[in-house]
């Protein structure tokens, strides 16, 4: 008889399959098995990183179309899009630190409008939490701020 063991994504005692043995990991519930199989293809592709490579361009070779369909299908997609990679492009500039955070507030009139752009938008080289920035609209005298 196989002993207890404990499931690492709910902690709940569970006893292994009697074929698996060693071999399982979690328990039986679904949630825990998707994390668990989550984990495992996230820890294969960090070792076969040239074969998924691979896998990416040939399949790109075999769909060359795929995104100007998806973007014609999906018009609000594209146009988030665009307006995304239009930050991006702005903050590509040589610019770093304070004042890549102040031109990222000078971008729009309507400053609320940055807080509901996605974090890599904003920020896309920069580990520095959404607080710090916040704080900038009201702390820095740089930025004129819009009524």
Same mark, same amino acid.
Not at 2 to 23: D, I, K, T, V
Not at 68 to 79: E, Q, V
Not at 108 to 133: E, G, I, M
């Given at each position: 008889?196989?002993?207890?063991?404990?499931?690492?994504?709910?902690?709940?005692?569970?006893?292994?399959?009697?074929?698996?043995?060693?071999?399982?990991?979690?328990?039986?519930? &679904?949630?825990?098995?998707?994390?668990?199989?989550?984990?495992?293809?996230?820890?294969?592709?960090?070792?076969?990183?040239?074969?998924?490579?691979?896998?990416?361009?040939?399949?790109?070779? &075999?769909?060359?179309?795929?995104?100007?369909?998806?973007?014609?299908?999906?018009?609000?997609?594209?146009?988030?899009?665009?307006?995304?990679?239009?930050?991006?492009?702005?903050?590509?500039?040589?610019?770093?630190?304070?004042?890549?955070?102040?031109?990222?507030?000078?971008?729009?009139?309507?400053?609320?409008?940055?807080?509901?752009?996605?974090?890599?938008?904003?920020?896309?080289?920069?580990?520095?939490?959404?607080?710090? &920035?916040?704080?900038?609209?009201?702390?820095?005298?740089?930025?004129?701020?819009?009524?």
């Amino acid at each position: 008889m196989l002993s207890l063991r404990h499931c690492p994504w709910c902690s709940e005692l569970f006893r292994p399959h009697p074929r698996l043995a060693n071999r399982q990991k979690c328990c039986g519930s &679904a949630d825990c098995q998707k994390k668990q199989k989550a984990l495992c293809q996230a820890q294969w592709k960090s070792k076969n990183k040239l074969s998924c490579l691979e896998n990416q361009q040939n399949w790109r070779k &075999a769909n060359p179309d795929y995104w100007r369909n998806y973007r014609a299908s999906h018009p609000d997609y594209a146009h988030k899009n665009r307006e995304q990679t239009a930050i991006r492009k702005k903050l590509s500039l040589a610019q770093t630190g304070l004042q890549r955070r102040i031109d990222i507030l000078q971008l729009s009139v309507n400053q609320s409008f940055l807080w509901d752009v996605p974090r890599f938008a904003k920020c896309p080289r920069s580990h520095t939490p959404q607080l710090y &920035a916040k704080s900038l609209v009201n702390d820095s005298p740089f930025v004129e701020r819009i009524p």
